[in-house]
């Protein structure tokens, strides 16, 4: 009998051509209806989410019903019925709640436990896919209704956002945390939330797909992702904001707190694919809060940066990389650009003309130091390479000097000519970075483009004695940085595609600390080419405890290109030579995207 009348509505409500929901005589019947769906056991679910979604369609076409659907009372009426209730029974009396959150909540908890969106919510789990489609269209179409009460009611009136946030929260804690690979996790690759319904050929979740409890979290997480990209702000705010307290603050952020090693990793990596996943503005805000303004975290995860575990510190690296990538100015203004402000790693007694000369006559030694060889010394006319297309001709001037050519001549000095190995398997030089150099340069510009970022360095602080701290961030990068002879490949890897990055973005800041070999650090203040400087010096004394370098540099270039057909890895020294491999690969990419960010002309 609940199947035929569901059939009845369903037909009646997607063929009659007049708005009809605002009528007693028809709303109240559906609101009984909508009370009969999504109860256990249920036998009609196909037609209770044909029905549910109509009834959606509906709304959508005529918003000012969606107060009769979701049965809420304007807030006279219920104060009113409240009053009348309490004079006609011996409950315990309360005085009518102000009109704020505790109204809308004490109207919205008949929602979490019946009617339309918790209806929905119900049949969006359902193990028919064709049944939790159209629940998930539901969902989708209430949320994008963009009239000012409609996003209103749905944020203040009802629990949408808490039931959201439950069903996430939910999924999340099925997920087997000891079991999980950290790096599988991480590359998770980008499941939108409609694939779940594309893979199956049959009407029922397959058991493995039902099990994969991975794909189903960040399958719901996309879903909200793409609600809040739809919905009226004030909504796409508050379904942030319930994600961020009931996800974020009350259940990750204590694992990513946990002294459990595996529970930090695979939280660490599971935020870290979130980064990378969310689209939607507000969804991004909570997660760029949530990071870097949590006071109890923010801290612990840049000095994670360095931890005594590698794997933890690739994840951290890999959560700053993602971060580095969202269009979010909040991530460069916390994390590096608020310490480079004062410019007070500047020396304070040279000027800059007395500076750009001590710099040109540094530049001139390095072409008589026996380490660097004339032959890959080039001369501005042999730099000059067919220039890729510029993102736009009125770039803002950048610092630094020493023309393009000793600009990025300096970087191509640093490694010394015997301990290079490039040329042993006729690798190229940094021309071969140019290209995805001129790409990430061009990515990072798309990125802050709407950041107003001021066109010329900041005045250096006039404050004497300042003492220059980095910030952690890029503290713990240069740290990593002067080690980089001691770590992991695959953590040097990561290391230098963060530095790459951060000198990809055309801050005038960044530029010169980055990316300036030519200024002149104040008293105990260091740079990127400074600490590549040092650790040079450090490199051509480790070096001598490697016998038949050039053959064992050989070997283990082409190894880690896979060239090596002996399968025979010498593991003596094995570390420091893939450091070396890393940092003159390093060096080479860091000259192509000074080449690509300086104006060749300029003097």
């Known amino acids: 009998m609940v199947q035929q009348v569901l059939l009845f509505f369903s037909r009646f409500l997607s063929q009659i051509q007049r708005p009809l929901l605002q009528l007693v005589n028809v709303y109240r019947p559906v609101q009984k ?6 109860l256990p056991g249920s036998q009609t679910e196909a037609e209770e989410a044909q029905f549910l979604l109509v009834v959606c369609s509906r709304v959508k076409q005529d918003p000012p019903t969606l107060r009769n659907i979701l049965q809420i009372v304007d807030k006279p009426a219920a104060t009113a019925l409240a009053s009348d209730q309490s004079q006609s029974s011996n ?15 004490t109207g919205s908890r008949v929602q979490s436990e019946s009617g339309l969106l918790w209806a ?25 209704l963009q009239d000012e009460s409609s996003g209103e009611i749905l944020s203040d009136q009802t629990l949408l956002g808490e039931l959201l946030a439950g069903r996430l929260l939910q999924l999340y804690s099925l997920l087997p945390m000891e079991a999980l690979d950290p790096g599988e996790v991480q590359s998770w690759p980008h499941t939108p939330w409609s694939s779940q319904f594309s893979r199956w050929s049959s009407d029922l979740r397959s058991v493995a797909a039902a099990s994969d409890h991975m794909t189903n979290f960040f399958s719901w997480l996309d879903f909200l992702d793409h609600m809040m990209e739809e919905a009226p702000q004030v909504l796409a705010r508050k379904l942030a904001h319930c994600v961020h307290q009931i996800w974020m603050f009350d259940v990750l952020q204590p694992q990513l707190l946990h002294m459990c090693e595996q529970v930090v990793l695979v939280s660490t990596s599971i935020l870290c694919a979130a980064v990378r996943f969310v689209r939607s503005r507000s969804l991004l805000d909570q997660l760029v809060h949530f990071l870097l303004r949590t006071n109890t975290l923010s801290p612990l995860l840049l000095q994670r940066c360095d931890h005594i575990s590698d794997q933890i510190s690739f994840a951290s690296l890999s959560l700053v990389d993602e971060l580095l990538q969202k269009p979010h100015e909040d991530v460069l203004d916390v994390l590096v650009l608020s310490f480079l402000q004062s410019r007070s790693y500047l020396s304070p007694q040279e000027d800059r003309w007395t500076e750009s000369n001590e710099a040109h006559e540094d530049s001139n030694g390095l072409e008589e130091d026996p380490f660097f060889s004339e032959s890959l010394l080039f001369s501005e006319s042999q730099l000059i390479l067919p220039p890729p297309p510029r993102c736009s001709s009125s770039s803002a001037p950048l610092s630094g000097l020493g023309s393009a050519a000793n600009v990025v001549n300096s970087f191509l ?11 042993l398997i006729q690798e190229g030089g940094y021309e071969s970075y140019v290209h995805d150099a ?18 010329s360095l900041p005045a250096p602080s006039a404050g004497e004695g300042e003492e220059f701290f980095e910030g952690p961030l890029l503290k713990v990068l240069l740290d990593r940085l002067g080690r980089v002879l001691e770590q992991p490949y695959e953590l040097n890897l990561k290391l230098t595609a963060v530095l790459s990055r951060l000198s990809s973005f055309s801050h005038p800041l960044l530029h010169e600390y980055l990316l300036d070999p030519y200024v002149h650090l104040s008293h105990c203040s260091r740079s990127l080419f400074s600490v590549l400087i040092r650790l040079m010096g450090e490199l051509m004394q480790s070096i001598q405890r490697v016998p038949d370098l050039t053959d064992r540099l050989l070997d283990t270039r082409r190894d880690l290109l896979g060239l090596n057909n002996n399968n025979t890895t010498r593991l003596e020294h094995l570390t420091l030579l893939r450091g070396l491999v890393v940092l003159e690969e390093f060096c080479k990419e860091l000259a192509a995207i000074a080449f690509v960010k300086l104006p060749l002309g300029r003097p």
């Open 413 to 423: 000095c640093l490694v010394p000519v015997q301990v290079r190995s490039a040329q």
């Open 91 to 105: 409950h315990r009396t309360e005085p009518p709640p102000p009109p704020s959150q505790s109204d809308s909540s």
């Open 33 to 38: 209806l909508i009370g009969l769906c999504a």
């Open 438 to 455: 001129h790409t990430q340069v061009t990515e990072c510009r798309a990125l802050s483009r709407s950041w107003n970022w001021t066109l």
């Open 120 to 144: 929905l919510l119900q049949l969006a789990s359902s193990a028919r896919g064709s049944v939790a489609l159209k629940a998930f269209e539901g969902l989708l179409l209430l949320s994008a």
